[in-house]
């Protein structure tokens, strides 16, 4: 393991015990959360997008806020769900993102998964072409933003422009040079990982995944992981991918853990219907003494083959304990685990 990032949904709600009760207490939050986390040396800041929910959505003020207060720290999304995106746009966005960040940018897309509401999408103004999916339609948005992020030129000047142009066809601007080798796909079977491969973008697997062999989930993320590697050989990309997983892992060092984790994580996986037709296993949280839980990760055949490792947060219970909680994975797992 060579990075360990923290993952928040950025939930809010207004219940007594939450310390984030607004949308703007989670983007406050978000912001001194990073900034905490650079200084006790996580790797990176990484935020999931929903939309129409009590949670973090559009990401681009977010991760540049983020990027002005940081200097080190990679910041990125897992993951944006590319059914509600323009993707020139979000070229333009993310662009602008990357150079105030100095080039930390590292973005999670995907082609989404079930919404708060029915075909959300279409209230953003997206439609699947004839006889395409929603998922296609994602993926083919994902495309598009990875030529543009190459860079080139494709649009035709105006003879008689308000400012002048370089020469010939035009890109969009501010371009970031580098950020195309930072795109990730979120991917939830083994086929859409090999896709990954073959667009040379990096990999991002959650603690979900279709299950489509029936082994327990890090069995089959490992076997996803080693699937994706092999076929970005055979792609002969050049460089070398990088794959992320994310876990919910709670160190119990001290009695606030205790009362929040104490009876322990959801200690096996279990299975579910993201919708009608794909039967999906969602992998184990673990929560335990720091020496117990090396045990038990060091199991985890997923975590083994993973370069990164996201954190997922419990992002209401406030900064000054999740700056904790990380904290204590940093020192008392993460070593053991082979970081750094």
Known sequence: MKKIGFLSFGHWSPGPHSQARSAKDVLQQSIELSVAAEEIGVDGA??????????????????????????????????????????????????????????????????????????????????????????????????????VLRGQGFAEPNPQPMFPNPPGLLRLEPHSEGLRDRIWWGAGSNATAVWAAKQ???????????????????????????????????????????????????????????????????????????????RAIFGRSYAAEPEELVKELAKDEAVAEADTLLLTIPNQLGVEYNVHALDAILKYVAPELGWR
Do not use: C
């Open 200 to 278: 040379g973008m990096n990999l991002q697997s959650s603690t979900l995944k279709d299950d489509e062999t029936g082994e327990p989930f890090h069995v089959q993320q490992a076997a996803q992981i080693r699937a994706y590697r092999e076929a970005w050989k055979e792609a002969g990309h050049t460089r070398e991918p990088r794959v992320s997983v994310s876990r919910s892992i709670f160190a119990l060092v001290d009695d606030r853990d205790r009362a929040y984790f104490g009876r322990g994580g959801k200690e096996s996986d279990s299975i579910g219907y993201i919708d009608a037709n794909t």
């Open 46 to 147: 990484y935020f999931r997008v929903h939309h129409f929910a009590r949670q973090l959505a559009s990401p681009f003020p977010l991760l540049a806020a983020v990027g002005a207060r940081t200097s080190k720290i990679e910041i990125g999304t897992a993951v944006i769900d590319m059914r509600y995106e323009n993707p020139l746009y979000m070229a333009e966005d993310a662009g602008s993102a990357d150079l105030i960040s100095d080039g930390r940018l590292q973005l999670g897309l995907s082609r989404g998964s079930p919404e708060q509401v029915i075909d959300g999408w279409r209230y953003f103004g997206y439609n699947p072409g004839e006889g395409a999916s929603d998922a296609d339609m994602g993926r083919r948005s994902a495309e598009i933003f990875l030529e």
